[in-house]
Structures are given as structure tokens and as C-alpha cells.
């Protein structure tokens, strides 16, 4: 089987490897100053992702008066493959992009596309995800935070937890109940808060990855004022807006992920044929060899099953496999990791070795295997997928 494009595909990978290759941030625009949280990049990301965004390369499917060039949806993935491999970031704030950024074109009045979505676009303020509370997760219908409706707008009290950013964002897309008596789908609202406002307490979470970065943060409101003109979409109708804002973080992220694991798994078989500080070999180990030739064909199909769930999603516009992809792929890199922290033994955690570089997406290999956990709880758990793929793909009957 050969897979290719089309000539019009090449042609628009052609402009766009040509544009990266003019166009993409120098060694000395990219200061060593590291990244403030997952969810917010370092500075020069802003001046970077201005730049794609005048150039019609931010969000290339978008029309052009959102700063996009009308893509088609096979050229978008081709665009994804390029960013997956290019290893650039695009956005300043990768929640705001991906997530925030298109419920705001879906669901907002024309006001706030130009009071929030496209300053976003053009990375003037960013945003962090207010959906999680301690008691509810997974099922976020169960969500406790509460809204009431008074003269001057909404009063907000309650408490999110694992907001990603909130300590550097400028605006949270906080789901909050505005109708305790409605059955709990249908009571939900969505609020554009300013994280500035008076009443909100921000705590960073410090991590054992790197307790000197906080990714995620509990935060808590006590009598928090939102004007009303910050609702976005219908009072009470929040319910389809999440749903809209997880497939928004669904659609293209196996693409990234496909192309780093099949990049570890490269460096992996590089590093199993060199000689680690203990004079061992990995390629010398029989299991080791059996171990990185599963893992090769894993992320081969991987890589395959995500065109595959592709053509459907193009055609259908509804693609069952995201959550096979989901669940796949996350368990996957945790499983590469760990049995390259195994095989790598006290080699997993020295800095020193070719394992060790510093940058984010290449620290120590024990940091990337604890790392990796996040990857199956965030935008749905293994377990979630797991009860979509059984009722959703296969069909069987709900529990
Ligand atoms: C890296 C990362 C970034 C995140 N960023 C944000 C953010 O910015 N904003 C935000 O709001 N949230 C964020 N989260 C939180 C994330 O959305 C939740 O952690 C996730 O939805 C799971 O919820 P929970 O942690 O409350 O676990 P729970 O829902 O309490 O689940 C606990 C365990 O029970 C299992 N379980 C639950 N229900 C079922 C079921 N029906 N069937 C089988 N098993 C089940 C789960 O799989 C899990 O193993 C982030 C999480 C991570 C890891």
C-alpha cells in the first residue's frame, strides 16, 4: 500500500515548509527563559504566534477574516503533521487556542468574537479551563460551583481544581450551575470570568515532576461578580457548550502524539545500540529487542489507525476511533516510558546521559514516564474511553 496526497496537498505542505523555514523563531528569539506552565508558553511564543496569525497560519482552516485561509480538512492534517514535526509550538497558550478559542467562535455573540476571540487569536490575553471541581471529574454534569443571577450580574462562589495556567491567565471559561433544580445536565452555565476580579484566590499545586513549577491550581471564588454580558452562549445551555470544547480538544491531538512517540521510539532504538555509563547494551538484551520492536509496530499503528479515524471524520464529521486513538495512544506512551525507564535503569534519571536533556519535551526518562500518567486522566480517563468505546463503538448496552 503507498499512501500520498494529491498535488494541491503537496503544494499547500510546500508553502507552509517554506513559510516555517523563512518565518520560524531563531535560536536567540527563543530566550532560555522556560515555559510558566504547560498551559502558558514563554514570552517570545507570543510574538510567534502573532506572526503565524497575520501570515493566515494560526488556524489555516479558519476563513480569512478569522485569520485563517478556508483549508481544506485534509490540508489541515497535513498542516498538523508539519507543526508534529517542525516540533514548533503554535500558540502562547495552548488551552486558549484549542479549547477556549473556537467555543468562543461557536457559541458567542458577535461582541465577544471581537472582545475575546480575537485578541486570543492574537495573543494579547489567554485563558485557563475552569471545568473541574473536587467532586466532579469525570462526570463534570455533577459540577457544584454555583451562579446566581443578580442587578449588577452573576455571584460566583464555589471551587475548581487542576486549572491549568489559572495562575498566569488573564480570563477563565468557567462552567458554573445556574439552575440548582433543573436535572444536572440542564442547570449548567458558562461564564467568561476575569481572573483579575475581586472575590477569586488562586493556589498552585506544586508536582513531583517539578516541584518548582505549578501546572495545575486549585481556585476558589467567594462572591465573585461577572457582568452578564460575560455568559456565553444560552443561560442554562452550558451542557452542549462542554461537550463542544472537549471535541475541540480531541480532534487533532493524536497527530502530535503519534509524531513524538514514533520520534522516542527512534531515539529509543538509536540509544539501545550505544553503550549506556554502565558498559551495558540495550540491543544486546533479547527482551529489550522484543520490547522496542512492539513498541515500533504500536506506534506505527497508531500513526495508522489516526488516518483511518481521519478519512471518517472528514467524511462524517463524527469519528468513534478519537476515543480508540485517546485511549491507545496515552496508554501507549506510558508504556514506552516505562519500559524505557526499566530497561534504562539509573541511566532513566541521569541528567548527564543523552536521555537527560533539560528541554520540556526531553527530561529525564523516569520524569517523562510519571509525566506520561497525565496524558490518561486529562480530557477524559482511560476508564471514560473505555465505556465509550464499549457502548459507543462496539454498541453494547449501557451499565
Ligand atoms: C494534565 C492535566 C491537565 C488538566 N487540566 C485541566 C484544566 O485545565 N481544567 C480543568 O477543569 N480540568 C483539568 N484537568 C482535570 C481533568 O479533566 C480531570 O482530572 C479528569 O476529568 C478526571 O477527573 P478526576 O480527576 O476528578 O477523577 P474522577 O472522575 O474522580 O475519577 C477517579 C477514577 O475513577 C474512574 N472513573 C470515574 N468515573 C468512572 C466510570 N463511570 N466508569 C469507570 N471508571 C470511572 C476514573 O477513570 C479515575 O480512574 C486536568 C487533568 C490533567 C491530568
Known sequence: MRLHYDQATEDFRAELRAWLEANRPQPEEMSREPSQSSAHLPPWARTWQRRLFDAGWLVPGWPPELGGRNATPVQQMVY????AGSRLPRALNPQGLSIVTPSLIDFGSEEQKQRFALPSL????????????????????????RAELADDGFVVNGQKVWTSGAQ??????????????APKHKGISVLIVDMRSPGITIRPLPQLTDPKQADFNEVFFASVVVPRENLLGPLHGGWSIAG?????????????QASSLERTVGRFIELAA???????????NAVVRDQLAQLYIDAQALKFMGYHGFATFARQHVSPEHSVLKLFGTE?????????????????IDVSTPTGRRARDEGPTAVRYLRSFAGTIAAGTSEIQRNIIAERVLGLPRR
Open 274 to 284: 550505544q553503550a549506556l555509563p554502565d558498559g551495558r547494551r540495550l540491543a544486546d
Open 80 to 83: 498538523f503533521e508539519e507543526f
Open 122 to 145: 492574537r495573543a494579547e490575553i489567554t485563558w485557563c479551563l475552569g471545568m473541574s471541581e473536587p467532586g466532579a471529574g469525570s462526570d463534570l454534569a455533577g459540577l457544584s460551583t
Open 244 to 256: 463542544g470544547s472537549l471535541a475541540h480538544e480531541r480532534g487533532m491531538l493524536w497527530i502530535d
Open 168 to 181: 498566569h491567565a488573564d480570563y477563565c471559561l468557567c462552567f458554573v450551575r445556574t439552575d440548582p433544580d
Open 332 to 348: 501507549l506512551e506510558r508504556r514506552l516510558f516505562l519500559t524505557m525507564t526499566e530497561a534504562l535503569g539509573a541511566a532513566a
